[in-house]
């Protein structure tokens, strides 16, 4: 298994949706990675998980599958110095 590194790693924000099932499409077709992790905080955890969606069961049908799903949440002080907790996710993309 390849080394995980921030070269195939991408952060979903609130970009166009489409957007991010291209940069995961382009990841394996034109980079050749061999697995992609999509990461995602907060409000975003759901666009996440349609972006994975999207791009493993259209546009890499057959060739890509998710391989792990971890989940995660840290605490942190916001500005009014009240503590948050924010969950974060992690799903990582495969070539099967």
Known sequence: MAD???DH???IGSKPFMNYVTGVVMQFTTQGANEVVIKSRGKFISRAVDVAEVAAKR?????????DIKVD???FENKEGRKVRVSSIEITL???
Not at 59 to 67: A, C, H, K
Request: proline share 0%.
């Open 73 to 75: 949440s840290e605490e």
């Open 59 to 67: 546009f890499l049908e057959g060739n890509v599958v998710i391989r």
């Open 94 to 96: 495969g070539k099967k």
């Open 9 to 11: 790693t991408v952060f």
């Open 4 to 6: 995980r590194n921030d």
